[in-house]
């Protein structure tokens, strides 16, 4: 496997032009109140009323800029104020945006929790304060004050990862490398376990052999893991959804494997950023011969290096859709209607009322007709696309 420079210093400078301006809120009235000053990157828009808060988690993350601008521009649309801040991986920033955001009069708080379970706080915070709460794409847990949940399947993501994986799989012994999202986003545990319905039954009958976790090779007899065995796996696998953790696992695993886990390998990763580090910390390893590896987000860069080979498949997560949910329900609560909803989601508290949205999964194959026929990114913005 050769190293491509180039698109690795692109995708670099792709982010720092994602992570640029965000130079907090002068504005915070919560400022001097011992929390971490809320963070405004919406500059048209960080002071007075607003009738939609939004908080994001991060904005190091191509995924969650495309959010943000979603946001934007589909409640102006709407017809209705808004700001979004973003916690920058800080549940104690993450309070303090809702305390912004409800000091500036926001009906709708809508949040991607930093920590799905530190979260509930917040969400407490916001309903006393008279907003409705919507939990957006990751489930705010042990609460019972959150009204909403907008998400997507994120089982079926999980699915269509391991179903990648065993599709290109023959013959016996396939090592495997196994890794997971953040331990305190509950999308973690459901990829994981989507993953595992499928990867498992063929660890069982040694079309794979786990590479790199002894609590996976422990558990690898049990078709489904409750929440307690797969929290037992993540600690072992996560990249805490930080391409930096995810390549230092990545090396420190290649380090201690041998020859025979080595070869054509196998490797989970659970979304687009920590894919593409893993994937070049094994194209990086003269041993590996061929990798297999999955993501999530359709993020540029990935596309771009699915389009180079070197990344195998991501999971198609239309996040036009998951604004747009979201939107409708914001509308219809500030409308006075009465929020439609399709299904509902157990948070440990109560069911929430929710909308979930359908993945789909990209390789090569499909790329175009998915991703660019379909308007969600112009062909422009990739080289080597057929
Ligand atoms: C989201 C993914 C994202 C990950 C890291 C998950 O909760 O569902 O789309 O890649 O968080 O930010």
Same mark, same amino acid.
């Given at each position: 496997?050769?190293?491509?420079?180039?698109?690795?210093?692109?995708?670099?400078?792709?982010?720092?032009?994602?992570?640029?301006?965000?130079?907090?809120?002068?504005?915070?009235?919560?400022?001097?109140?011992?929390?971490?000053? +809320?963070?405004? #990157?919406?500059?048209?828009?960080?002071?007075?009323?607003?009738?939609?808060?939004?908080?994001?988690?991060?904005?190091?993350?191509?995924?969650?800029?495309? @959010?943000?601008?979603?946001?934007?521009?589909?409640?102006?649309? +709407?017809? !209705?104020?808004?700001?979004?801040?973003?916690?920058?991986?800080?549940?104690?920033?993450?309070?303090? #945006?809702?305390?912004?955001?409800?000091? *500036?009069?926001?009906?709708?708080?809508?949040?991607?929790?930093? @920590?799905?379970?530190? +979260?509930?706080?917040?969400?407490?915070?916001?309903?006393?304060?008279?907003?409705?709460?919507?939990?957006?794409?990751?489930?705010?847990?042990?609460?019972?004050?959150? =009204? /909403?949940?907008?998400? !997507? =399947?994120?089982?079926?993501?999980? &699915?269509?990862?391991?179903?990648?994986?065993?599709?290109?799989?023959?013959?016996?012994?396939?090592?495997? /490398?196994?890794?997971?999202?953040?331990?305190? =986003?509950?999308?973690?545990?459901?990829? !994981?376990? $989507?993953?595992?319905?499928?990867?498992?039954?063929?660890?069982? =009958?040694?079309?794979?052999?786990?590479?790199?976790?002894?609590?996976?090779?422990?558990?690898?007899?049990?078709?489904?893991?409750? *929440?307690?065995?797969?929290?037992?796996?993540?600690?072992?696998?996560?990249?805490?959804?930080?391409?930096?953790?995810?390549?230092?696992?990545?090396?420190?695993?290649?380090?201690?494997?041998?020859?025979?886990?080595?070869? #054509?390998?196998?490797?989970?990763?659970?979304?687009? $950023?920590?894919?593409?580090?893993?994937?070049?910390?094994?194209?990086?390893?003269?041993?590996?011969?061929?990798?297999?590896?999955? $993501?999530? @987000?359709?993020?540029?860069?990935?596309?771009? /290096?699915?389009?180079?080979?070197?990344?195998?498949?991501?999971?198609?997560?239309?996040? *036009?859709?998951?604004?747009?949910?979201?939107?409708?329900?914001?509308?219809?609560?500030? #409308?006075?209607?009465?929020?439609?909803?399709?299904?509902?989601?157990?948070?440990?508290?109560?069911?929430?009322?929710?909308?979930?949205?359908?993945?789909?999964?990209?390789?090569?194959?499909?790329?175009?007709?998915?991703?660019? @026929?379909?308007?969600?990114?112009?062909?422009?913005? !990739?080289?080597?696309? &057929?």
């Amino acid at each position: 496997m050769k190293k491509f420079f180039s698109i690795v210093a692109a995708s670099l400078l792709a982010l720092s032009v994602g992570c640029g301006g965000g130079a907090g809120n002068p504005a915070d009235p919560n400022s001097g109140n011992g929390n971490p000053p +809320a963070q405004d #990157n919406n500059a048209s828009n960080s002071s007075g009323d607003v009738q939609v808060g939004i908080i994001l988690p991060t904005k190091d993350e191509p995924r969650w800029i495309q @959010d943000q601008t979603r946001f934007e521009n589909g409640l102006t649309q +709407a017809g !209705f104020t808004s700001s979004v801040l973003f916690s920058q991986g800080s549940s104690a920033t993450e309070r303090s #945006n809702v305390e912004a955001l409800v000091g *500036r009069g926001a009906k709708v708080i809508i949040i991607c929790p930093q @920590d799905g379970t530190a +979260a509930a706080g917040a969400v407490d915070e916001a309903k006393q304060s008279g907003a409705t709460v919507i939990a957006y794409d990751r489930l705010i847990t042990n609460t019972e004050n959150l =009204d /909403y949940y907008v998400g !997507f =399947d994120s089982k079926a993501v999980g &699915e269509a990862q391991g179903e990648y994986l065993l599709s290109k799989a023959t013959g016996n012994g396939n090592p495997l /490398y196994l890794y997971s999202g953040a331990a305190t =986003d509950n999308n973690a545990f459901d990829f !994981f376990a $989507g993953a595992w319905s499928v990867l498992q039954p063929k660890i069982q =009958d040694g079309t794979f052999v786990i590479a790199n976790s002894s609590e996976a090779l422990a558990l690898a007899d049990k078709a489904e893991l409750d *929440r307690e065995e797969l929290g037992k796996i993540l600690g072992q696998i996560t990249t805490d959804w930080d391409f930096n953790v995810a390549k230092t696992k990545a090396e420190a695993n290649l380090t201690s494997a041998d020859a025979k886990l080595k070869g #054509n390998v196998f490797i989970l990763a659970p979304n687009d $950023g920590t894919a593409r580090s893993i994937a070049d910390t094994f194209a990086a390893d003269t041993a590996v011969t061929h990798y297999e590896i999955t $993501g999530q @987000d359709v993020e540029i860069p990935s596309v771009q /290096y699915i389009i180079d080979g070197k990344q195998s498949m991501t999971v198609f997560k239309d996040t *036009r859709e998951l604004t747009e949910a979201a939107i409708k329900l914001a509308s219809q609560v500030l #409308n006075g209607e009465t929020p439609e909803t399709t299904t509902t989601q157990n948070n440990g508290s109560k069911e929430v009322p929710s909308k979930i949205l359908d993945v789909k999964t990209v390789t090569k194959d499909n790329v175009k007709e998915a991703i660019i @026929d379909t308007g969600y990114y112009d062909a422009s913005q !990739f080289t080597g696309l &057929e």
